[in-house]
């Protein structure tokens, strides 16, 4: 008889990936400017700290908000008593506003058919609670998030199928690919119950094109009880061209009938547009009112608090901030691509050209020993223990091709990011100049054993006609 439960004893919860024992190595070890300047650097989390002096503005001039008063009284009580699981309907009409402000108002959202959670982790694992039934399976696009074997796995039961894309056409999705991770689900006897994409990609920094999500809407209305889930909390993280397009505008393009309208759900979050993951805000965005209704039953397991909602209410209520934020975040994001991309460029390193979020998806194909993911994990390895940097290899984000790395560049001060990247340019410089001499010396030795026995075979020549 068993002591605990399968769930408390299994080992599909991903905590022995390397996404995080490379945190579990920086927490050892952290770097600090002053009290540890030789520390591992943290560049594994996709944090935005680019933008806070705004937030933190909005609050000095709204101080009554932050000490959560209502015209001058306090409203204390009001908000530590007992708050229904819908959620505050001010802060319902705050959110959509602000998801519509990112797409351009291109497309509205009903706050009526929102469900409020405690991050994007709740919100996708309520989906998966919702929409699959144990042994399941959604198909992903490689690479994808690490988290999401916690997320989508660990607690539901349910599996996922790889879509496998590669770096031949910038890790885009294909219809072949597609059709044969379909294939595969099936071969393992697994029910394929849909598709879940991040837009934009995590961790490529990429926004999907609308051919690709056209695919997809494609897909699931040809297989039917199929869903499609668009994981969107990168959305306001869009610097340059080409724009965002959220799945929610392709619908409306399409005038898809009620019944494909009812299979897209849409997943957000205000950890990376808004640089608050530590307020657990995430939502679910849904056209199907059943799902609507199990999603909100089941976020009583992961509440956002009613001081979170009137604080926030009142940020994003306020127009004209969440205008200007939405719009100053993206230049300061866009900067500090360009800085790392340059940064990059300059220790001989390339990556995926990207147009949103907080990381780049780095080439370091050209620094692997062997085309293999040993060699990936040893690259890694010597990155995290020699360089002091901790980024996210590949294979954590299951890419088929060794040699990729996320790495982000949004968590830390411009400074800090100068020393990482001069940092990985001495690695660099180092590890060629040990492979060059190894080269160097693996060809004189050749040439030596060359002439050695070419001596040795010239004895032996005269040995044999002395005799």
């Not at 600090?32 to 943290?42: F, S, T, V, Y």
């Not at 494609?218 to 610097?239: N, R």
């Not at 808004?274 to 799902?291: C, H, K, M, Q």
């Not at 001499?437 to 040995?463: C, I, M, P, Q, Y």
Request: include cysteine.
């Amino acid at each position: 008889m068993r002591l605990l439960s399968t769930i408390a004893t299994c080992n599909s919860h991903g905590q022995d990936s390397s996404y995080f024992l490379g945190w579990q190595e920086y927490e050892k070890n952290p770097y600090d400017e002053l009290h540890n300047p030789k520390g591992i650097i943290q560049m594994g989390l996709a944090e935005n700290q680019l933008s806070f002096d705004l937030l933190e503005s909005w609050l000095a001039k709204n101080p009554d908000v932050a000490g959560f008063k209502r015209d001058g009284k306090s409203i204390f009580r009001e908000l530590a008593l007992f708050q229904d699981y819908h959620g505050l309907p001010s802060f319902k009409k705050a959110l959509v506003d602000f998801m519509s402000e990112i797409r351009g108002n291109k497309v509205t959202f009903d706050p009526n058919h929102i469900v409020l959670t405690a991050g994007s982790t709740s919100a996708n694992e309520t989906l998966m609670f919702c929409l699959a039934e144990q042994g399941d399976a959604f198909l992903l696009p490689t690479p994808y998030y690490p988290g999401f074997d916690r997320d989508l796995k660990w607690r539901t039961g349910a599996e996922i199928v790889p879509i496998q894309c590669t770096s031949s056409n910038n890790f885009q999705i294909t219809e072949p690919a597609l059709k044969q991770a379909y294939e595969e689900a099936r071969k393992r006897n697994l029910r394929v119950k849909g598709v879940l994409v991040t837009n934009p990609s995590n961790p490529l920094g990429t926004t999907m094109s609308r051919s690709e999500l056209n695919l997809l809407v494609d897909f699931i209305k040809e297989k039917k009880d199929t869903h499609l889930i668009s994981d969107e909390i990168y959305s306001g993280t869009v610097f340059s061209s080409p724009g965002f397009v959220s799945v929610m505008e392709i619908l409306k393009e399409r005038n898809d009938t009620e019944e494909i309208w009812n299979r897209v759900h849409v997943v957000y979050s205000l950890s990376k547009d808004l640089g608050l993951p530590g307020f657990r805000v995430g939502a679910i965005y849904s056209e199907n009112d059943t799902v609507v209704a199990a999603a909100t039953k089941m976020s009583s397991f992961g509440l956002v608090s009613s001081q979170t909602q009137y604080l926030l209410s009142a940020m994003l209520g306020d127009k004209k901030f969440a205008r200007n934020y939405i719009v100053e975040n993206q230049k300061r994001l866009k900067r500090r691509q360009r800085m790392m991309v340059s940064g990059l460029q300059k220790a001989g390193i390339s990556c995926l050209e990207s147009n949103a979020g907080l990381f780049c998806w780095v080439d370091m194909r050209h620094l692997l020993h062997s085309n293999t993911f040993e060699a990936e994990m040893e690259l890694w390895k010597k990155i995290v223990y020699q360089v002091g940097l901790n980024i996210s290899p590949g294979s954590s984000c299951h890419c088929t091709e060794p040699g990729w790395f996320r790495v982000c560049f949004a968590n830390m001060s411009e400074e800090t990011l100068t020393l990482a990247m001069k940092r990985l340019k001495n690695f660099v410089v180092e590890s060629t100049c040990t492979q060059r001499s190894a080269l160097f010396n693996g060809t004189s030795k050749r040439k030596s054993l060359t002439k050695w026995v070419f001596r040795l075979s010239s004895r032996d020549h005269r040995e044999q006609e002395e005799r």
